[in-house]
């Protein structure tokens, strides 16, 4: 081989060298830092979906601290009992191929389709408030609800010192998140307080405070003074139930402990009307929904069971610091 021929040999031979990919110098695929989640609610119209709102743009605003770019769409059906609404909702979201869903569904089951679907298409969900009958949904937001059913059991057991005649207004059926309420007050009642007989367990408040007021309207008017305390396990059935009373002027007169919060149930609490709620976290749940999503999306390691809590408030801590927190979340700084 001459001088010339050699050299020509020796350029083709490094040019090859220089197309081949070279073992550890390829650039990592940095993390997508931008993504477009929706938020579905169960309804439009009580302050805890308003709270799950504000606790979602919370987390939007924090990631955006961090560099992360998060466009929240907030859209859900206007009433609470509505299915089909909600399913549409989940529906269009997946063909607008969203990053991805946090859900609150308003039935355990009429809900699974839509989010197995929304899987197979790539867009994993995180459920808050109520369960899901599947195991589609990445990771569950939520309150234990089947304890703060207990608790509000034992405040009313409390407030007829073991004794007496109670009775409980459900909400709808297929709800897990109440159903898990009204089982919780049925088995402590049962278990712990056997001086206390639920008389009446098997009527349904209805999605709106009017179908709560008939509802309580008709019981107690057929139980007459027998009933000696009442349990409701959400805001629409709580203050259906309250304004059932005042109209039939037995306002203080029966021990009435109910779930969830807005001014008007802690306005009877003040006024006596209302012996104490069992309140959630909605703004934390909407926080931790939103950023545990995106956890998950950018690879991230994340909790698949969060409790975000359940406290019970009464007159007489209704004013502490923490009952604030809960009882009044940030609106005005989330929601502009």
Same mark, same amino acid.
């Given at each position: 081989?001459?001088?010339?021929?050699?050299?020509?040999?020796?350029?083709?031979?490094?040019?090859?060298?220089?197309?081949?990919?070279?073992?550890?110098?390829?650039?990592?695929?940095?993390?997508?830092?931008?993504?477009?989640?929706?938020?579905?609610?169960?309804?439009?119209?009580?302050?805890?979906?308003?709270?799950?709102?504000?606790?979602?743009?919370?987390?939007?605003?924090?990631?955006?601290?961090?560099?992360?770019?998060?466009?929240?769409?907030?859209?859900?059906?206007?009433?609470?009992?509505?299915?089909?609404?909600?399913?549409?909702?989940?529906?269009?979201?997946?063909?607008?191929?969203?990053?991805?869903?946090?859900?609150?569904?308003?039935?355990?089951?009429?809900?699974?389709?839509?989010?197995?679907?929304?899987?197979?298409?790539?867009?994993?969900?995180?459920?808050?408030?109520?369960?899901?009958?599947?195991?589609?949904?990445?990771?569950?937001?939520?309150?234990?609800?089947?304890?703060?059913?207990?608790?509000?059991?034992?405040?009313?057991?409390?407030?007829?010192?073991?004794?007496?005649?109670?009775?409980?207004?459900?909400?709808?059926?297929?709800?897990?998140?109440?159903?898990?309420?009204?089982?919780?007050?049925?088995?402590?009642?049962?278990?712990?307080?056997? &001086? !206390?007989? #639920?008389?009446?367990?098997?009527?349904?408040?209805?999605?709106?405070?009017? =179908?709560?007021? *008939? +509802?309580?309207? @008709?019981?107690?008017?057929?139980?007459?003074?027998?009933?000696?305390?009442?349990?409701?396990?959400?805001?629409?059935?709580?203050?259906?139930?309250?304004?059932?009373?005042?109209?039939?002027?037995?306002?203080?007169?029966?021990?009435?402990?109910?779930?969830?919060?807005?001014?008007?149930?802690?306005?009877?609490?003040?006024?006596?009307?209302?012996? &104490? !709620?069992? #309140?959630?976290?909605?703004?934390?749940?909407?926080?931790?929904?939103?950023? =545990?999503?995106? *956890? +998950?999306?950018? @690879?991230?390691?994340?909790?698949?069971?969060?409790?975000?809590?359940?406290?019970?408030?009464?007159?007489?801590?209704?004013?502490?610091?923490?009952?604030?927190?809960?009882?009044?979340?940030?609106?005005?700084?989330?929601?502009?």
């Amino acid at each position: 081989m001459n001088r010339n021929t050699f050299f020509v040999a020796a350029a083709l031979i490094l040019a090859l060298i220089g197309t081949l990919p070279v073992s550890g110098c390829r650039k990592k695929a940095e993390p997508k830092t931008s993504f477009t989640i929706a938020v579905v609610p169960q309804g439009s119209t009580h302050e805890f979906w308003k709270a799950i709102h504000a606790g979602a743009a919370k987390a939007a605003q924090d990631l955006a601290k961090e560099g992360v770019n998060i466009n929240i769409i907030w859209k859900g059906p206007l009433r609470e009992d509505d299915r089909e609404q909600q399913i549409q909702v989940v529906e269009s979201f997946v063909s607008q191929g969203v990053d991805g869903i946090v859900l609150a569904p308003f039935d355990r089951d009429a809900l699974v389709r839509p989010v197995e679907e929304a899987k197979r298409a790539g867009i994993p969900t995180v459920i808050v408030d109520s369960p899901l009958d599947s195991k589609a949904p990445i990771a569950v937001v939520a309150t234990d609800n089947h304890h703060g059913g207990e608790l509000a059991a034992e405040r009313l057991a409390s407030l007829l010192s073991g004794r007496g005649k109670v009775m409980l207004l459900r909400y709808q059926e297929g709800v897990a998140s109440t159903e898990a309420r009204e089982r919780g007050f049925i088995e402590k009642m049962k278990s712990s307080f056997p &001086g !206390i007989q #639920v008389v009446s367990s098997d009527q349904y408040a209805g999605a709106t405070r009017d =179908t709560a007021k *008939s +509802a309580a309207e @008709n019981m107690l008017n057929r139980y007459g003074d027998d009933i000696q305390g009442i349990f409701t396990p959400n805001e629409s059935s709580t203050v259906g139930t309250l304004l059932a009373i005042e109209d039939l002027r037995r306002g203080g007169k029966i021990q009435f402990v109910g779930f969830d919060s807005s001014e008007t149930l802690i306005g009877a609490l003040r006024g006596n009307k209302l012996q &104490g !709620i069992v #309140v959630q976290n909605p703004f934390k749940m909407g926080d931790l929904g939103v950023k =545990t999503l995106v *956890s +998950a999306l950018q @690879n991230k390691s994340y909790e698949k069971r969060i409790d975000t809590g359940e406290t019970l408030i009464t007159a007489s801590d209704l004013d502490s610091a923490e009952s604030q927190r809960l009882l009044h979340p940030p609106f005005d700084t989330y929601l502009k």
